[in-house]
């Protein structure tokens, strides 16, 4: 099981455009994600859950991976917080 934490620097947070890209790139794996706020927990595969979140900038972000190819979804996930978020 990997972890994540990310601070979201993005003046918007998390929003529709993101949020649809972060889904999209989790999509892409086999393992379970989970994407957490301080408040609560949902899958990151669920544009609905990711945008329930309701993460704002200065929020930290908490992903776990858990699977086969957790690895490789974190490193490429941490990558796509950094760049886009």
Known sequence: MREIKYTIT???GIHARPAGQL?????AFKCDIK???????VDAK????????AI???DVLTMTFDGPDEDAA???LEAFLK???
Not at 46 to 53: A, S
Request: hydrophobic share 45%; aromatic share 0%; proline share 3%.
């Open 10 to 12: 993005d003046e918007l």
């Open 23 to 27: 889904v999209k790139q989790a999509s």
């Open 35 to 41: 994407a957490a706020s301080p408040a609560k927990s």
């Open 46 to 53: 669920r544009i609905m859950g990711v945008m329930g979140l």
């Open 56 to 58: 704002k900038k200065g």
């Open 74 to 76: 974190a490193a490429a």
């Open 83 to 85: 760049e886009n978020l």
